[in-house]
């Protein structure tokens, strides 16, 4: 294979490989986002949960506080049916009692509703709980994997940087300019494989005598139409068999 083109096929690799990498890095505040995010919802819903629970609460002092008070009015108009002296006084004050008892009969009622509504919000409250420390220990752990993974992305960038640099030294400055101006024309992909005639990339055919010579990997050709640097790689070969003998490649 020709010296350049073997460069230049190397050093697409490392181009690549530093792409995926940067753009990794570069992920980093989204993913971060992303982790808040998740951990966001969660609290949120937990808040939720609190709340609906504390207005269940709030809502149950206040129809107690009516349960008080109309217990109070019940033993002031027992007290007062003590001491009437008409029937017809005796009959209104009889007709308040029920009316006070009828009221302290639907309050308690809602009370009771109001416990029933609160064992489930208060089971809700308790998911809710456990659900963000399920989140956060998630997150945690998600957080420690893209440390480690972007500690070794950094690395694989100064490792990448240093091999660049040896495989430049050996490039002809025609070579590495071609490269270049195609890197920077092409979204970062200069070099690409040429398959069955056709460049692998552009999707475009390949005039036969371009491909014939592209097939020899000998020399710097550039597709007619992306005007990327092509090069074949040969099939492998079927496993060999005893009894069928190998055509020339």
Known sequence: MNADLERL??????????????????????????????????????AA???????????????????????GRLSKFREQAMAVKTNQEYHAVQKEIGFAQGEIKTIEDKILELMVEADDLTAAVKRAEAELASEQKAVDADRRAMTTELAAMKSSLE???????????????????IFELVLRRRNGVAVAPARDGICTVC?????????????????????????????????????????????AQ
């Open 203 to 247: 999707h475009v055919r390949l005039r036969p005598q371009v491909f014939n010579s592209i097939l020899r990997n000998d020399q710097i050709i550039q597709c007619d139409s992306c005007q990327r640097i092509l090069y074949h790689v040969p099939a492998a070969a079927p496993a060999a068999s005893s009894s069928v003998p190998q055509s």
């Open 49 to 71: 949960d609190k709340e609906r629970l504390a207005e269940n609460q709030n809502a149950r002092r206040a129809v107690e506080k009516d349960v008080a008070m109309h217990q």
């Open 9 to 46: 096929i190397a050093l697409q690799k490392l181009v690549s490989a530093a792409h995926d990498a940067e753009r990794t890095v570069a992920e980093e505040p989204e993913r971060e986002k992303a982790f808040e995010g998740r951990l966001d919802t969660a609290r949120r819903r937990l």
């Open 159 to 177: 490792r990448i940087a240093a091999e660049r640099a040896e495989i430049v030294r050996g490039l002809s400055a025609k070579a590495l300019a």
